[in-house]
């Protein structure tokens, strides 16, 4: 996600999407590297409460 700048909210809910049907498969999905201003996206939408998303590779990595 480091590259990402922007997400349309279609985009947002299809994450959210995403992330319920990984939890049905019991599959771990950790998203890492999010710029700040997109991670304050994801704050105000509480979505930080249910995606697990790490500051770096080897925080994320240490979830698995």
Excluded: P
Aim: net charge positive; glycine share 4%; hydrophobic share 50%.
């Amino acid at each position: 996600f480091k590259a990402v700048e922007y997400m349309s909210s279609a985009a947002l809910g299809r994450l959210t999407s995403l992330e319920k049907k990984i939890n049905l498969a019991k599959v771990k999905l950790v998203l890492c590297n999010i710029r700040k201003d997109l991670y304050e996206v994801f704050k105000l939408l509480q979505m930080v409460k249910v995606l697990t998303i790490c500051s770096d590779l080897d925080e994320a990595l240490g979830k698995f």
